[in-house]
């Protein structure tokens, strides 16, 4: 059974840092791209950033390039957000996410997490 | 980049049909055929319904069909139940490795 299980949030003050995990399980890890997606209270979704198999290649949302660092461990099973001069608007729940296709770009995402969640305020 | 343009609501009755529409530009939607949909009911995780536009993965019930024209994409909900009743959200990707979400839709299944 595919888990996907992110860990790491809370109440951080505006212009802080917070680091998000998602450890992997029931798929082999390493053979898929892997996702942060986020959904602040009340709101619609937002896609935050996705990394290669091996981590050379990583894309971000415009809303928090430059901010937020996504990077993976493999012999771990677990992805993280590193996140940066957070703000008010980064508050959300943050979604792992997975698209079950291993020689795919991630359009889309088949497999989510439960989520964590992310409170910026002072 | 602005959310795609989703109605804030929808309502059928039962055994009805519904279409929600997803409007975004040639850079996106009408741009690519990687426009995908999300069910949401409240305090879950979304569940893919739709990718590459019209197809649906596997468990999903035939009852939801996806279609695209244009620069629009719409999600029809067939033979409306009670269990249908939830957020939907379209995605596209829009070029430059990024993707971008709708605002979301409330079906409501009166």
């Known amino acids: 059974e595919v888990q996907l299980v992110e860990s790491g949030g809370g109440l951080v003050q505006p212009g802080g840092s917070l680091r998000l995990s998602c450890a992997a399980s029931g798929f082999s890890f390493s053979s898929y791209w892997v996702n942060w997606v986020r959904q602040a209270p009340g709101k619609g979704l937002e896609w935050v950033a996705s990394?290669?198999?091996?981590?050379?290649?990583?894309f971000y949302g415009d809303s928090v390039k430059g901010r937020f660092t996504i990077s993976r461990d493999n012999a771990k099973n677990s992805l993280y957000l590193e996140m940066n001069s957070l703000r008010a608007e980064d508050t959300a729940l943050y979604y792992c996410a997975v698209q079950h296709c291993s020689t795919c770009y991630p359009y889309y995402f088949d497999w989510w997490g439960r989520g964590t969640l992310v409170t910026v305020s002072s | 980049q602005s959310a795609l343009t989703q109605p804030p609501s929808a309502a059928g009755s039962p055994g009805q049909s519904v279409t929600i529409s997803c409007t975004g530009t040639?850079?996106?939607?009408?741009?690519?055929?990687?426009v995908s949909w999300y069910q949401q009911h409240p305090g879950k995780a979304p569940k893919l319904m739709i990718y590459?536009?019209?197809k649906r993965p596997s468990g999903v019930p035939d009852r939801f069909s996806g279609s695209k024209s244009g620069n629009t994409a719409s999600l029809t909900v067939s033979g409306l139940q009670a269990e249908d009743e939830a957020d939907y959200y379209c995605?596209?990707?829009?070029?430059?490795?990024?993707?971008?979400f709708g605002g979301g839709t409330k079906l409501t299944v009166l």
């Open positions: 040639s850079s996106d939607v009408g741009g690519y055929k990687y």
């Open positions: 590459d536009f019209s």
């Open positions: 990394i290669i198999q091996d981590g050379s290649e990583k």
């Open positions: 995605c596209s990707y829009a070029g430059s490795n990024k993707l971008i």
